[in-house]
């Protein structure tokens, strides 16, 4: 079972020891996704990701921080999303404390330093281009500016040319300062350690000063919406398409009823979309259906790539599929069935510190508190044929439905007349 703790500045620390395996891994959370930029900083909270491996006083440069890590077989990485970043080191458990020291120095004595900025430009520059060469990528994003249009949540995480290529020192040290703050981030230290043995190392290596966080992010404005269809003309060899619905967001009561509904369309091999539009038709390679949880906000969308000269087919594939469950809803047994998925799937995924470690951490700084694999299993088990059912009909209405293309076309309107 979970252990949370509050340290004396403000700090929160979370902690459970994992049957089975030698690892520790010890992870930051920080509540500052790119929900938080303003458009003239758009894509700065990808960038600090960055610069908090480029040196601080105890590991003076990447050089020194990746050597640390690497003498000892560990890991490390970092994440931006939506609502939160995270940067994590992975250990065998005896290394323990150099996952602390390197992250907690990083944390505490990051310097920005300018010569460091501008070579990291090259980099992020590079990273930008990649996304933008990689449509499986991309047409998530240019789902999401569908959904919410030219607000932050709509916004991609790696933000603009322009800023990448201007932003400096000052601006980094003040983003740090306002949002990297002791009642605004989460450590998790998850692994081959007992609650004891991470209090002691909370306290050791994370004495932060006591603060508080500048600002928050602005509730999403639903008046504010990117239109209905998204075309991207781009030469392809594969079309690349996204068609979904806004839905409940990760606070919603019928949010797992949701999750459910995805396996059931999309989620695994035996799904709906992967049968009916991959194997019994042969209109894609990949095909999935996946769901965006954030606070107050959320979708329902299935992404795939298919043959160009039959998107149309494609489309109007996907499309059936949601239609046959909106109006027929979902039978028990196929419940059931991504219900066990689903289940099965967490499960495999916990066994690794690093993802059970991600999972308290998340659940404690968006959420207020921690939850267990138990509460949420018992949750999965509460939802019923007829939720899902509901849910289906309530979310998967047709007036809603919105279609993003990444391709050769340069007609929007073809894909607008499919809906």
């Not at 919603?252 to 009916?276: C, E, Q, T, Y």
Request: aromatic share 10%.
């Amino acid at each position: 079972m979970y252990k949370k703790k509050k340290l004396k500045s403000g700090l929160r620390l979370v902690t459970q020891h994992l049957e089975g395996t030698k690892a520790v891994t010890v992870l930051v959370l920080a509540g500052a996704g790119s929900r938080y930029e303003t458009e003239d900083l758009r894509g700065i909270s990808h960038f600090l990701e960055h610069m908090f491996f480029k040196g601080a006083e105890r590991y003076k440069n990447t050089k020194e921080v990746s050597e640390a890590i690497d003498s000892v077989g560990g890991e490390f990485n970092a994440f931006t999303a939506k609502e939160y970043a995270g940067y994590y080191v992975k250990v065998a458990s005896e290394q323990v404390d150099i996952a602390c020291d390197v992250l907690s120095d990083m944390l505490l004595n990051a310097k920005f330093a300018q010569e460091e900025i501008e070579k990291e430009r090259g980099v992020i520059l590079e990273e930008y281009n990649m996304y933008q060469d990689t449509p499986m990528y991309q047409i998530g994003w240019n789902f999401e500016q569908l959904l919410y249009g030219d607000q932050p949540l709509g916004w991609d995480q790696i933000g603009t040319k322009e800023l990448i290529k201007s932003v400096n020192h000052e601006d980094f040290v003040k983003y740090n300062s306002e949002l990297y703050t002791s009642d605004n981030l989460v450590l998790a230290i998850v692994g081959n350690v007992t609650e004891a043995r991470a209090e002691e190392l909370a306290e050791k290596y994370f004495q932060m000063p006591a603060s508080r966080r500048a600002y928050d992010f602005k509730a999403i404005d639903n008046a504010v919406s990117g239109g209905r269809v998204h075309l991207t003309e781009k030469k392809t060899e594969q079309a690349h398409v996204a068609i979904g619905y806004p839905a409940y967001s990760a606070n919603h009561p019928d949010h797992l009823a949701k999750k459910i509904l995805s396996v059931v369309l999309g989620g695994n091999m035996s799904s709906r979309m992967f049968l009916g539009v991959r194997e019994a038709k042969g209109l894609s390679y990949y095909i999935h259906t996946t769901t965006d949880n954030y606070t107050d906000a959320g979708a329902l969308v299935t992404m795939a790539g298919v043959d160009l000269t039959r998107i149309d087919e494609a489309i109007e594939g996907i499309i059936e599929q949601y239609e046959i469950v909106r109006k027929e809803g979902v039978p028990a047994d196929e419940v059931e069935k991504a219900k066990s998925y689903l289940k099965g799937k967490m499960v495999l995924n916990l066994e690794d510190s690093e993802e059970f470690a991600h999972f308290l951490a998340k659940y404690e700084l968006l959420f207020g508190g921690c939850t267990s694999l138990e509460e949420v299993m018992d949750k999965i088990d509460g939802v019923t044929a007829e939720d899902v059912s509901r849910v289906a009909a309530d979310i998967l209405k047709p007036d809603l439905m919105k279609i993003a293309v990444i391709g050769p076309y340069d007609d929007a309107s073809r894909f607008e007349k499919l809906m």
